[in-house]
C-alpha cells in the first residue's frame, strides 16, 4: 500500500498512476481521500519500486509530493489496476490545489479539437480553476462551482476515459457544455463578438472590467495616458502603481529588465505579478506607477487573456484589482454591473461563480529567490509545513494586509489574501473565508491566538470565537514567522524593521532587536521613539512625522534653520511641535517605517502620502547604488538615536548633496546598524543565527545587501520568501508560537 501526501488531488495525480501502472504492470487501485492519495500496488518487489521511482520523477507538473510511505500487504488479485472513485476516511485533509494558468496543450487544443475552438474555458487535468471553484472536498465536478453544467457527450467520454488529457478533469468542458463569457448591458452574444468590442474598447482608449479566475480586472491600454488616468479616477483615492499584463516575455523584455530567476516565477503556472524594474524609454504614462522604478507585471493567465491579445496590436495592458475603494477585489457580477456599468466602456462577466476570492499574487526577486508580498492566487491555500505540531490552532493574523491561518497536523494553511481589515465588506470575507476554511479542511479550533493590539478586528474576532486565546507581540510574531519558514526553533537574534506593531509597554513599536525563541522574546535595542503628533493621521502625512524627528535632534532652533520642509508647512509645523511639547494626540513610536517617512519628507519626495509605504518606496526608488557612505548614529543603553544622522542629512542638504545619495546613505546606515547589533548580540548570547522580518524588508536594497553581508559569514541570516514579511506573515509566526507554548505546556 502506498500512501502519498501532498498537492497530488485536481492536478492530474490518478491518471498518471494509472498510466505508471500500466507501464510496469502493477495491479491494483488508486484512490483520492481527503487525507492524500492512496495506491495498493501488486506486482514483483522490483517492479514496485520501479514504479515509485518512477513517480516520485515523472509526477505531473503542479502536484508536490511531500511523504510518499509504503505499507506491506497481504497479496490481493486484482485483474487489473482501476481508478476507484474519491472517499472521505478521516479528520486529515489532503491539501487543495490553487488555481494554474492554463497550459500549453490546452492552448494547442483550442486551435485544433472541434468542440473546443477559441473556446475560453477550456481545461485539463494539469490546468484550470481549483481553489476559486471548489466549495468543498473531496474534489469533485459537483462539489465545485461547475456542478451546474451538465457535460455534453463528448466531454463525458474523454473525462472518462482513462487515457485522455481530461480524465476526471473537474472543470471540463467545451463550446457545446460550458460556461460563456458575456457582456453585460450590450446586445452582443457572440464570444467572438465580446473580443471584437474588447479589442475597439482599447483601440479607442476605453476602459473596461472582465472577470478573471478568482475576481474582476479592471483594464485599459497601458500605453494610453488617458485611459490610464479615467482608470485611476475609478480607483478613486488609491495612488497605488497599476499591474500590467504583458503578451508574452519578449515583448516585455522590450519594457523592462528581467533577470533568469525573475522570467522563471514571472512564468510558472502560479502565474504570480512579479515586480520589475522598468527601462527608461519604455513608453509607460507617468500616471502608471508615478515616480516608482518598479512595476508590478504578470503574464496570460486565462485563454482569454491570450485571446485579447491576439486582437490588438499593444503589447501591454493595465490589468488591476477591480475594486472599489479598499474593499476586496469584486468576484460578482450582479455587484460588477453595478460598480463598474457607468464607469467604464464594458462590464464582461461569465456565468461561472468564482466561490473563493483570489487576488493576483505579487512577489520580487532578490538574490535569486522568489519573495512573496501578497500570497493569493496559484499559492492558497497550499499548507507551509513546519515541524510543530499545530492542530487546532487558529491565527487571527494583524489588521493590514491580513492574512488567518489554521493548523492541521504540522501543516500551517495560510487563508488567501484578505485586505486591509477597516472596513464591514473586508471584515465580511474575513468572516466567511474563515468559516468556509473551517469546513474544508475539517478544522476544529481549540486555541485562537491573536495579535496584542485590543483594537484590531482580528483580535476581537479571535475573542469572540468563545475558546482558549493568546495574545502575541506583533514583532516577535514576525520573527517567528520568519524561524518557522525557515525550520528553525532555536534562539535566534531577531531584527524586526518594520511600520508599526502594538508593544507591551504601550508604545507603537517597529525599530526592534531581540533576542528569541519561538516562545519567548527579550528586547535587546530599538530605535529611539518618536513621538507621532496626529497619531494616525501622521502615517498619512510623513511631512508630520518629518518635523517631529527634526524637532527632537534640533528642539525649536529648527524654526531658525533652512530647512525646505520647514518654510513648507512653517504654520502648521508650530501647532505640531506644541503639540508635541504638550504629549496632545502624539503617541511614541519606534517604527523603523515612520523612520523612512521622516528622511522621505525631509528630502521632499512625499510629504503626503496616497497609499500605504509610498514614502519608503519613494526614498527606495532615488537610491544612488554607488554611494557607499554612511551616516553617524549613536547606540546609548537599549536605544539607537539618530541625531547626528539628521544632522549629517540637513549638512548634505545645505551642501547640495544630490538626494539618491543621501538616500543611499540612510539606507546604508539602516544596514550598519543591523550588521552592528548582529554581531553585538551574537558576542553577548553566542547566537549564530539572526532572522530578519517586517515591512521594512520588502526593500530590495536593504535586503539584498544586508543578506549579501552575511553570506560567507559564520552567522546564519534567514530571512522570508514563501511567507511575505509583511503583515500577510504574521498568522505563520502566530502559530508557530502558539504551538510552541501549547508544547511547552504554557498555555
Ligand atoms: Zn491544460
Ligand atoms: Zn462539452
Ligand atoms: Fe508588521
Known sequence: MIKIEGL??????????FVCAEKFGIKGYVENRNDGVMIEAFAEEFAVYEFIEYIKVNSPAASEIFSLNLQEKDFCTYDDFVIQKSSSVSQAVTEISPDIAVCDSCLEDMLQQKHRIDYPFINCTCCGPRYSIIRTLPYDRDKTTMSEFEMCETCLKEYSDVYDRRFHAQPIACNNCGPVYKSENTEISSFEAILKHLRDIINSGGTFAIKGTGGFHLGCNAFDVNAVSKLREIKKRDGKPFAIMFRDISSLKERVYISKHEEKALSSWRRPIILLKVKENAGFPHGLFNDLDNVGVMLPYMPIHYMLFEQINIDALVMTSGNIS?????????????????????????????YNRVDDSVAFVVNNKERLLRRSRGYAPSPIRIKQDLEGIFAAGAELVNVFAIGKGEQAILSQHIGDLQNMETLEFYEETYSRMKELFLFDPKIAVCDMHPDYLSTKFAKKLGIKTIAVQHHHAHIASCMAENGVDEPVIGISLDGTGYGTDGNIWGGEFFVCDLNDFERKFHFEYLPLPGGDKATE??????????????????????????????????LLVQAIDKKINSPLS????????????ILGLCCESEFHAQAPMLLEAVIDKSEIGIYNYAINGKIINFDEMFIDIIGDMARKTPISVISAKFHNTIIDICIRIISILSEETGIVTAAISGGTFQNRYILENLENKFKNSHIKLISQSKVPSNDGGIALGQLAIAGKRRELKCV
Open 590 to 601: 519606534s517604527s523603523a517605517g515612520r523612520l523612512f517617512d521622516a528622511v522621505s519628507a
Open 541 to 574: 502625512e510623513p511631512w508630520r512625522i518629518g518635523i517631529s524627528a527634526l524637532h527632537r535632534t534640533f528642539g525649536d532652533a529648527l524654526f531658525e534653520m533652512d530647512i525646505d520642509l520647514v518654510k513648507k508647512y512653517e504654520n502648521k509645523a508650530h
Open 326 to 354: 479598499k474593499e476586496p477585489v469584486i468576484i460578482s457580477n450582479d455587484y460588477a454591473v453595478k460598480a463598474f456599468t457607468d464607469k467604464t466602456n464594458a462590464v464582461i462577466t461569465y456565468n461561472r461563480d468564482i
Open 8 to 17: 497530488v488531488q485536481g492536478v492530474g495525480f490518478r491518471p498518471f498512476i
